[in-house]
Each structure stands twice: as structure tokens, then as C-alpha cells.
């Protein structure tokens, strides 16, 4: 089990907004910076979201994040076809001294 | 451009050993931490280790210390995870990132741990 909690899966009609929560503790979410990665079919992880809401450049303002007290969210508004990937978290754990990613979500566009 | 580019990765017998190698351009290597990240076969993300801009600072998670070691040389820009005594369960995908935010990903390079 991973220290950081996602659903494993979500889903959504083109156009819709999707959310995908992470959720974790004190240690973790509550005291560090949250990222979040895309990781399309057969690629390598990307960068999506680093500071809790900051998009590198590039990445459509399509994708947002938050951050509230020991839960995160990622959030695709306008869902495209081309979104349907993996999604994972990650954080600095301050107890386990190491970084921690999420399960991952896959996200099917219907 | 950023680019990282993972090497070293093979099958090997339970209790090899194996050295990765990530050789980086595109950006300053000594300025900027370094980590490496694996993902097993179907499975989802998980961060091993990690070292400080200048190498003096390193970090592991638990299932690899005492087994794997990370190195830089950066008059070289290279990364390195050194990993004895594996496992089949270290069987995965390695990838190097930039930075402990991980920001800029390599290819990675399929480690097979297996007899």
C-alpha cells in the first residue's frame, strides 16, 4: 500500500471535469509541496504539476491543482481524448525521510 | 533541451549486481539534484533514491538500503545507482528525473531480475 491514497480509476465524457484526489497526512501532504505526473501509454513519466498548483510551461491550463490540509487534487477541465493516461502524486515524507508517490489513477476518456 | 538517457540495464541472476548509468545534457548538471525512480512490470510509480546537487547529501528508501547506492560525477554529468544483491522484486523499470521535484524524465531502462 502506498503512503498517498488515489482512486485507481476515473473516468469522463470529452468535455467534462474530472478530479482526482490523493490524499495522505501530517508527514507527508500536510507539511510538503505536492507534484503530480502524467504518464501516458508506453512513455515516460511528465510533469504536470509541481508547488501544489503550478504549471510547468507547456501544459494547458486545462490542468489545475490544490491543496487542502493533508489532501490534494488534481483537476482536467475540458477533458480531451489524449488525456487518457495515468495519474500519480508525489510528495516528501518528513518521517519516512523519503519522496512518496500515489497508486496512480488511470483515467479512461469515455 | 533536457535530456536524460538511462543505461546499464539487463537481466541479471537474484543476487547480481548491476550499475545504472544516466548521462545528462541540456542543463547545468552540478547545479541540480538528481533521482531515481522505478516501476515494476503493470505496476504504478516508486521513488529509490536520491542525491544533492554536489553528492553529498543521499537518500534511499527503505527496501533498497544497504543494497543500492547512488553517485554523481559531475565533471562527467553522469548519474549513477549502483545495486548489489538484487532481487526479483527490484525487477522494474528505472528511471532518472531531474531534481527531487522530478522534473524532467529520462527513457528509463528495464532491469530483469531473474534466474
Known amino acids: 500500500q502506498s503512503v498517498l491514497t488515489q482512486p485507481p480509476s476515473a473516468s469522463g465524457t470529452p468535455g467534462q471535469r474530472v478530479t482526482i484526489s490523493c490524499s495522505g497526512s501530517s508527514s507527508n501532504i500536510g507539511s510538503n509541496t505536492v507534484n503530480w505526473y502524467q504518464q501516458l501509454p508506453g512513455t515516460a513519466p511528465k510533469l504536470l504539476i509541481y508547488?501544489?498548483?503550478q504549471r510547468p510551461s507547456g501544459v494547458p491550463d486545462r490542468f489545475s491543482g490544490s491543496k487542502s490540509g493533508t489532501s490534494a487534487s488534481l483537476a482536467i477541465s475540458g477533458l480531451q481524448s489524449e488525456d487518457e493516461a495515468d495519474y500519480y502524486c508525489a510528495v516528501w515524507d518528513d518521517s519516512l525521510n523519503e519522496g512518496v508517490f500515489g497508486g496512480g489513477t488511470k483515467l479512461t476518456v469515455l | 533541451e533536457v535530456q536524460l538517457l538511462e543505461s546499464g540495464g539487463g537481466l541479471v541472476q537474484p543476487g547480481g549486481s548491476l550499475r545504472l548509468s544516466c548521462a545528462a545534457s541540456g542543463f547545468t548538471f552540478s547545479s541540480y539534484a538528481m533521482t531515481w525512480v522505478r516501476q515494476a512490470p503493470g505496476k504504478g510509480l516508486e521513488w529509490v533514491s536520491a542525491?544533492?546537487?554536489?553528492?553529498?547529501?543521499?537518500k534511499y528508501t527503505d527496501s533498497v538500503k544497504g543494497r543500492f547506492t547512488i553517485s554523481r560525477d559531475n565533471s562527467k554529468n553522469t548519474l549513477y545507482l549502483q545495486m548489489n544483491s538484487l532481487r526479483a522484486e527490484d525487477t522494474a523499470v528505472y528511471y532518472c528525473a531531474r531534481d527531487y521535484a522530478c522534473d524532467s524524465w529520462g527513457q528509463g531502462t528495464l532491469v530483469t531480475v531473474s534466474s
Open positions: 508547488f501544489n498548483n
Open positions: 542525491v544533492s546537487d554536489s553528492g553529498g547529501d543521499t
